[in-house]
């Protein structure tokens, strides 16, 4: 009763409440989409600036290169990306011997030099194309959290390359040798300021720093590596969804007026006083005792051997007693239950048992003057008795008044 009137309280007070509705919380994160969802295509030019140890000796305007790529990635969630392409550097330096790969040399055929602090230095011009792949983390969206009508986004990347260089032929300086080329690994990085002009197009200023490999740009390497700075000025395409989809959680507005509610909420709470008052009262009052009900036993029990509905003489004289008790009273009928153990034999010889034994029963009932219309011939399925040992008692009919 408590339980009920509470529900009933509550169940009442739904009447007042405002329907709840459904909606995007970007608070519990956002679901990772579908493989071929937020793909792009990046398309990039600009700049490289190399700076290693003998290269900062050359005319600074005199190492600027072209560099340009392209780039193909995909965003797993709002944080993290992954990009891999193309990427082109037309790299310029100084080299400290004449044996250095990608050389460059005058009209005469001869290596180009420049002198600087009493050295000689080999101008140096390469043109390397690589095949890249970077991890890309977006760090407005990390620390800011993610807004899909956001302008500008900061990325930062990291990952690496493998540049196959081409020198220029001797005594050439616009056709390039491609009997031979120098392989460079590379480890990359950088920051990419993105611009979103619409929903698709992305406009990019991506500041990249490359650290390549020099194994074979002179036989006195300075720690084989050169150090690169390059500005790419990008477009980038959107395919497919570009948005991300947040959990949606149920909002439940608050009642504009809760004044009926708590009205009803204190009725139940009364309600769910007097009945606890009464409850109690009903504890405290001394409980009657009830009287045992008679435990009606059978009138006879027939009990039989196993396999057998026979019914022995000395059986057959007790039912004649059996008989003269039920015919002192006509109005009171009779059951007639044959039984039988459910260890020995098959169902369907169980079955018959039990029903032969029934019938048996009743007829020298019947017999003995007994009217037929007092006896209700039934049948138990089961043992009268629990237990192995008891397949004796079970193997019987049982008299009882109903």
């Not at 051997?305 to 007693?321: E, F, H, M, Q, W």
């Amino acid at each position: 009763m408590i339980l009920a009137l509470a529900c009933a309280a509550f169940v009442s007070s739904s009447a007042f409440a405002q329907e709840v509705t459904y909606v995007e919380d970007p608070a519990q994160g956002y679901t990772f989409n579908r493989f071929k969802d937020n793909w792009f295509l990046t398309a990039e030019g600009g700049a490289n600036f190399q700076f290693s140890k003998h290269d900062i000796n050359r005319d600074a305007l005199d190492r600027f290169a072209p560099a340009f790529g392209l780039q193909v990635g995909k965003w797993f969630s709002p944080l993290m990306g992954f990009r891999g392409g193309l990427t082109y550097l037309g790299t310029k330096g100084l080299s400290y011997g004449s044996d250095a790969f990608g050389l460059v040399y005058d009209e005469a055929g001869q290596p180009k030099t420049f002198e600087s602090n009493g050295h000689t230095y080999y101008k140096t011009k390469v043109a390397n194309l690589g095949v890249n792949f970077d991890a890309m983390l977006n760090v407005t969206n990390w620390w800011c959290g993610y807004k899909p009508n956001r302008v500008y986004n900061f990325i930062a990347y990291v990952g690496g390359a493998t540049y196959f260089g081409l020198q220029h032929e001797d005594g050439s300086d616009s056709k390039w040798d491609t009997n031979g080329f120098d392989t460079r690994l590379a480890l990359r990085g950088g920051i990419i300021n993105s611009f979103n002009v619409s929903k698709q197009v992305a406009l990019s200023l991506d500041i990249r720093y490359t650290a390549m490999s020099a194994t074979h740009e002179t036989k006195l390497a300075y720690d084989c590596i050169n150090s690169n700075l390059a500005a790419f000025l990008g477009v980038t395409y959107l395919f497919n969804q570009r948005t991300w989809t947040a959990p949606v959680v149920p909002v439940c507005p608050p009642a504009e007026n809760c004044d009926p509610i708590r009205a009803r909420l204190a009725e139940a709470e009364a309600r769910l006083a007097d009945t606890q008052r009464k409850l109690d009262e009903c504890l405290r009052r001394p409980m009657p005792v009830a009287e045992a009900a008679p435990c009606v036993a059978p009138l006879a029990t027939v009990y039989f051997p196993i396999g057998s509905s026979t019914v022995s003489r000395t059986d057959a004289n007790v039912l004649k007693s059996v008989a003269a008790t039920m015919k002192a009273d006509t109005s009171v009928k009779y059951d007639v239950c044959g039984w039988a153990d459910n260890y020995t034999g098959s169902d369907a010889i169980n079955a018959r048992l039990r029903q032969n034994r029934a019938n048996s029963v009743k007829n020298i009932l019947v017999k003995n003057g007994v009217k037929a219309e007092q006896l209700d011939v039934t049948t138990n399925p089961g043992n009268k008795y629990e237990g192995k040992e008891n397949v004796y008692l079970d193997r019987c009919v049982t008299i009882q008044a109903k």
